[in-house]
């Protein structure tokens, strides 16, 4: 699926085997693992809102256009990290 706000990559969830693969709508940082909302995005209150739809899915692992990828809990990261974003106005 195509997450509006975010630039033309795929999002796919692959539920029978807890998969999530976010393309550039989520990162994850190279040092420390954190799960952030992607930077290439045009908007950002689209980005957000389509982030936290994502962060609903159930996810085991979660891999991402760049950064590594979360192989445990990945609901979990995701969620946490999607509530913590600020829109912005």
């Given at each position: 699926?195509?997450?509006?706000?975010?630039?033309a990559?795929?999002?796919?969830?692959?539920?029978?085997?807890g998969?999530?693969?976010?393309?550039?709508?989520?990162?994850?940082?190279?040092?420390?693992?954190?799960?952030?909302?992607?930077?290439?995005?045009?908007?950002?209150?689209?980005?957000?809102?389509?982030?936290?739809?994502?962060?609903?899915?159930?996810?085991?692992?979660?891999?991402?256009?760049?950064?590594?990828?979360?192989?445990?809990?990945?609901?979990?990261?995701?969620?946490?990290?999607?509530?913590?974003?600020?829109?912005?106005?």
């Amino acid at each position: 699926m195509y997450e509006v706000g975010g630039t033309a990559l795929p999002t796919a969830e692959d539920p029978r085997r807890g998969r999530g693969s976010f393309g550039d709508a989520v990162a994850a940082a190279s040092a420390t693992g954190a799960v952030m909302l992607g930077v290439f995005n045009v908007y950002r209150d689209l980005a957000v809102a389509s982030f936290r739809r994502s962060a609903a899915l159930d996810a085991e692992t979660a891999c991402f256009g760049h950064g590594g990828r979360v192989t445990a809990d990945a609901s979990r990261a995701l969620r946490e990290s999607a509530d913590a974003c600020a829109p912005t106005r």
